[in-house]
């Protein structure tokens, strides 16, 4: 059995090289039970940056994030929550790759990403990885 709980408090990543910015301050668990390793971790960032001018533009200012997911004996992954949001995104996602994930995205405008298409922008859908499908 594993458990393991972390606090990480950075100020500032730019130790990490790269492009890395900004202050994060985050909590995670890991906890072991019969096989099964259940995955959490909460937190923020504040003028995050890694390097990348779109990336960059996408998280600028303060991020949230709060994650729960599981992974089996067998390393599959499922996910029971996670929720990522800014000024520029919306992130919610719950469910598995094997059977389907459910994802809502909110870009609050296109234009950060791709120049000379402003607006908003919304994914919504179900995804999974099926290798049924043949190429």
Request: no cysteine.
């Amino acid at each position: 059995m594993t458990d393991l709980a972390a606090d990480l408090r950075a100020q500032d990543l730019r130790f990490l090289g790269r492009g890395f910015r900004g202050a994060l301050d985050a909590s995670g668990t890991l906890v072991e039970t019969n096989g099964n390793r259940h995955v959490t971790l909460k937190g923020s960032a504040n003028g995050l940056a890694v390097g990348n001018a779109q990336a960059d533009a996408v998280l600028r200012g303060t991020t949230t994030f709060d994650t729960a997911a599981t992974i089996d004996g067998q390393n599959r992954l499922s996910i029971q929550s996670l929720h990522a949001r800014n000024g520029q995104i919306q992130i919610s996602a719950d469910g598995s790759p094997s059977q389907g994930v459910n994802l809502d995205a909110r870009l609050s405008d296109l234009a950060l990403l791709v120049t000379g298409f402003p607006g908003p922008v919304q994914l919504t859908g179900t995804f999974a990885d099926n290798p049924r499908i043949s190429r």
